[in-house]
């Protein structure tokens, strides 16, 4: 019914930048918050960066100026925006929607399928 679609992720070296895309389709009525989340091998999956319908944003103290989320509501696709990467960044990077479907009054939340994100030293 809803599909996050996460593109944009790979290997790069320490101090580089990497660019995350996800793209939301099917039959969707409305999307609230979007936002980033991470699993390193081993840990709990994290919150890195949230932004609401109107842009407001959120982020993990970790990634505060070095990351930067935004949206395109008329293509319905969030992106983070990675510089000054880190070997400690490295983690499968997971996209996260709050979306209203079509004939529904209620936000349900939807999970990408991740895309790994290596950070060398």
């Known amino acids: 019914q809803v599909q996050l679609v996460e593109s944009g992720g790979g290997l790069v070296q320490g101090g580089g930048s990497l660019r995350l895309s996800c793209a939301a389709s099917?039959?969707?009525?409305?999307?609230?918050?979007m936002g980033w989340y991470r699993q390193a091998p081993g840990k709990q999956r994290e919150l890195v960066a949230t932004?609401?319908?109107?842009?407001?944003?959120n982020y993990a103290d970790s990634v505060k100026g070095r990351f930067t989320i935004s949206r395109d509501n008329a293509k319905r696709v969030v992106y983070l925006q990675m510089n000054i990467l880190k070997p400690e960044d490295t983690a499968v990077y997971y996209c996260?929607?709050?979306?209203?479907?079509?004939?529904?009054?209620?936000?349900?939340?939807?999970w990408g399928q991740g895309t790994q994100v290596t950070v060398s030293s």
């Open positions: 996260n929607a709050r979306v209203m479907v079509a004939y529904s009054t209620s936000y349900s939340t939807y």
């Open positions: 099917g039959s969707i009525r409305s999307i609230n918050d």
């Open positions: 932004i609401n319908i109107v842009g407001d944003t």
